[in-house]
């Protein structure tokens, strides 16, 4: 991550830049893919599958956070959970008028065509946590307020939503107890009063040395059904978390604890679980403090493949580097967005004028990764849509390294801005079969040219 200064063309004043690189100089050949975002810091992973694509729903840590500095949320997906696009923040603290801070951690669900997302957030007129409910027509967002107002508001944090296949929503949430209610079918308001949930040893395991919570539930449920059996997987025991989870025969109990499934790992002191099944795997998300500056309040989110056991029990999940196998390979002959990413060194990201969103602040010797790419009998051709308010630069194509093949080097010109965007096209040579493909950047000092999307021709 870098703090950045960028200067806007016509500033006329002399602007003194201080710029704080943090840069992942691995080689690109030994480049595992955990954490799956290495851009900015996310936290608490909610995934959800919609045709066809992975929908990822983070917090965001603001850089150097010493506590849980959250002002919004964002949003990332992925056809093959390797290579993940950055669709920036349609939701933040600011979507929910009476609301004064924390955008913690949350969950989306698809109903009727519709995105409902439930966060909590700090109530202004008491200062309690209260959940709202986001509501958008698209999984990327934009979201707005659904009701205006809290769903539920009782000081407590982490909903999880739920439809049973009988079609009857649930919200969960809850820190340090467990609360449930029915949701009415437009999901924005909930019948009978929030229950209580019993927080039992039997249903929840044995906590040690806190008799104000003897059980190990601490927050962040996770909640689903699979093969008639229902999940509970939850952050247990503060400090530090571990995952632990129960089952249940019905939505709402009786619980009976089943053991870890992620032990205490990875230099944060808080972790968060999010399952799902996709393209016939199961995936677990969580976070740590992997990246560089990471920790407790600087988290990053990542993923692994697991198998249940053959009795429906979940397997002890260990964190890693390598993260998720890719589930098939990345088409470069159909528009690509520059802020799908694999791995990358240096770039951020921004919403770019002509909508969606960019890669900037590239400098020389930056690089992104984009893992699994098919180029079958052989690319001919490479264009880009670029932007500099600086004098350009180059993209070097490249792959299965950072240092690896050159296949074609694209040079970007000044355009005057940078949301002045332009196309350039370049020949490339010798891109066939399946490689990682690197883009390189190369030129002077400072920031050289933005990007918005790429596509290859064959």
Known sequence: MKLRFRVLPGRAALVIMALLCVVVTIPGTARADNPIVQTIYTADPAPLVHNGRVYLYTGHDEDGSTYFTMKEWRVWSSADLVNWTDHGSPMSVATFSWASADAWAGQAVERNGKFYWYVPVKDRASGQMAIGVGVSDSPTGPFRDAIGRPLVRNGEIDP????????????????????????????????????????????????????????????????????????????????????????????TGPWTYRGTVMPTQGSSFTNHPGVIDFNGGSYFFYHNGALPGGGGYTRSVAVEKFAYNADGTIPTINMTTTGAPQVGTLNPFVRQEAETIAWES?????????????????????????????????????????????????????????????????????????????????????????????????????????????QFTS
């Open 160 to 251: 999880t939503v739920f439809i049973d296949d009988n079609g009857q929503a649930y919200l969960y949430w809850g820190n340090p107890n467990l609360w449930y209610v029915r949701l009415n079918a437009d999901m924005i308001s909930y019948s009978g009063s929030p229950t209580q949930i019993p927080l039992t040893t039997a249903g929840f395991g044995t906590r040690t040395g806190n008799a104000s919570r003897p059980t190990l539930y601490e927050e962040g449920p996770w909640v689903y059904k699979r093969n008639g059996l229902y999940y509970n997987v939850f952050a247990a025991k503060c400090c530090s978390e571990f995952i632990g989870y129960s089952t249940a025969p019905g939505p």
């Open 346 to 454: 240096g770039v951020e990201t921004e919403p770019a004028g002509e909508g969606g969103m960019n890669i900037g602040w590239i400098e020389n010797g930056d690089y992104v990764k984009v893992k699994g790419v098919a180029f079958g009998s052989g690319a001919r051709s490479f264009s880009a849509r670029v932007a500099s308010a600086s004098s350009g630069g180059r993209i070097e194509l490249r792959l299965d390294g950072a240092n690896g093949t050159l296949v074609g080097t694209c040079t970007v010109p000044g355009t005057g801005g940078w949301q002045t965007w332009t196309t350039v096209t370049c020949p490339v040579n010798g891109a066939t079969g399946t490689h990682d493909l690197y883009f390189r950047y190369a030129g002077g000092s400072g920031y050289l040219f933005n990007v918005n999307w790429w």
